[in-house]
C-alpha cells in the first residue's frame, strides 16, 4: 500500500511552538499498534482516575469503547472508506475514517449532493483536554476536517462532508469555520 | 458547520454538515496557518504544503 | 493514492448517453462518476460477499425488494 504523507504543524501546548508533523492518506498497521500500546492505557488510565474523581459515566469519553483494528480491518482495502492520521514525535496523534458512497447532503440547498461522511475521528487521549490537564498538541481534529474536505474536492464533491457528533464534540463542530484566537490551531 | 439537529436514526447524535462556500473559507485558512507555522517553525526546506499550495 | 493511471473505456452510444446524463445529474465529471460507481460496487460486492442482502424499500408502503447482483 502506497502512503501519502504531507508535512503538517501542530501546536506544542507546552512548547507554545509549531511542531512538524506528517498528515498521512491511511490508517496502517503502525497507528494500529500505536492505538494499542498507547492510546488504549492512557484512556484506560484517564477513565480510572475520573472514576475516582467521582466523575458521572456519562462525562467519561464517548469513542472509549471504539476498536480500531476491528474497524479498519472490516474496511480494509475498500475504495469507499479511506483512512487518514497524523503523525508527530513518532507517534499518532489522531486517527479517521470516512465514507464516500453511502450518505448524502441533506441541507435544503444541496439535498442529494454526494458528500464526505465522516464516520470515525479521534484524537489521542494526550491531546484531550477533558482527560487530561495539559493536552500535548492542538490542532488535530481541524487538520483531519481539512483533509475530509479535500478528499471531498479531489472527488469533485464539492467540499461538501457531513458527520454525526457525539455531544462532546459538539462545540468544535458547531463552530469549526468561525475565526478566533483560539481556533489558531 | 451546520447544526442539522439530532439524529433519531443515529441515536439521537446531532447531524452537522459543511457547504462549498464554509469548506472553501475552512481551507484557506488552513492554508494561510500552515503558511505562518511553517515560517514559524524555520523549516521550510523540502516541504510538501499540505493542502496544494504553491 | 494519489497516482493515476489513463485507460480507454469503450462504450456503446447508449451507455455514453447514460453516462453524460448521469454525470450532469450529480454534476461529477465522467470520470469522477465512474470512480464513485466503482467504489460503490466494490462496497456492495464485499456487503454481498460477507452473507449480507441488498433491498430496495419503498419509502411509503416499506415493501422491500430484493437486488440481485451478478
Known amino acids: 500500500m502506497t502512503v501519502r504523507v504531507r508535512q503538517v504543524h501542530l501546536l506544542n501546548v507546552e512548547r507554545c511552538q509549531p511542531e512538524p508533523a506528517e498528515l498521512w492518506d491511511a490508517v496502517t ?22 472514576e475516582r474523581e467521582g466523575i458521572e459515566s456519562r462525562h467519561w469519553p464517548q469513542s472509549s469503547h471504539w476498536n480500531w483494528r476491528k474497524k479498519v480491518e472490516a474496511l480494509r482495502g475498500m475504495l469507499a472508506s479511506p483512512g487518514f492520521s497524523i503523525v508527530c514525535d513518532g507517534l499518532t496523534q489522531g486517527m479517521m475514517i470516512v465514507d464516500t458512497v453511502k450518505k448524502r447532503c441533506r441541507i435544503d440547498n444541496q439535498k442529494g449532493k454526494p458528500l464526505v461522511y465522516v464516520e470515525f475521528v479521534e484524537n489521542a487521549p494526550w491531546n484531550r483536554r477533558e482527560l487530561c490537564d495539559s493536552p500535548r498538541y492542538r490542532g488535530v481534529g481541524s487538520i483531519l476536517m481539512r483533509a475530509a474536505i479535500e478528499l471531498s474536492v479531489e472527488s469533485e464533491f464539492g467540499g461538501r462532508i457531513g458527520l454525526h457528533s457525539l455531544s462532546q464534540a459538539h462545540d468544535f463542530y458547531a463552530y469549526l469555520w468561525h475565526d478566533g484566537p483560539w481556533r489558531r490551531f | 458547520m451546520t447544526d442539522l439537529g439530532a439524529d433519531s436514526d443515529y441515536q439521537g447524535l446531532r447531524y452537522f454538515e459543511m457547504m462549498p462556500e464554509q469548506t472553501r473559507a475552512l481551507v484557506e485558512k488552513g492554508k494561510e496557518r500552515e503558511r505562518e507555522r511553517r515560517d514559524e517553525d524555520g523549516n521550510q526546506q523540502g516541504v510538501v504544503h499540505p493542502y496544494g499550495a504553491a | 493514492m494519489n497516482t493515476r493511471k489513463t485507460m480507454t473505456l469503450n462504450l456503446t452510444e447508449a451507455e455514453m448517453q447514460v453516462l453524460g446524463s448521469l454525470s450532469e445529474k450529480k454534476d461529477l465529471s465522467k470520470t469522477a462518476l465512474l470512480r464513485q460507481a466503482l467504489r460503490m460496487y466494490q462496497l456492495i460486492e464485499a456487503r454481498l460477499e460477507n452473507g449480507e442482502k441488498l433491498f430496495f424499500e419503498d419509502e411509503k408502503t416499506k415493501e422491500k425488494a430484493e437486488v440481485m447482483m451478478l
Open chain 1, 29 to 50: 498497521e503502525q497507528q494500529l499498534t500505536d492505538w494499542e500500546n498507547e492510546w488504549v492505557p492512557e484512556l484506560l488510565k484517564a477513565i480510572e482516575r475520573l
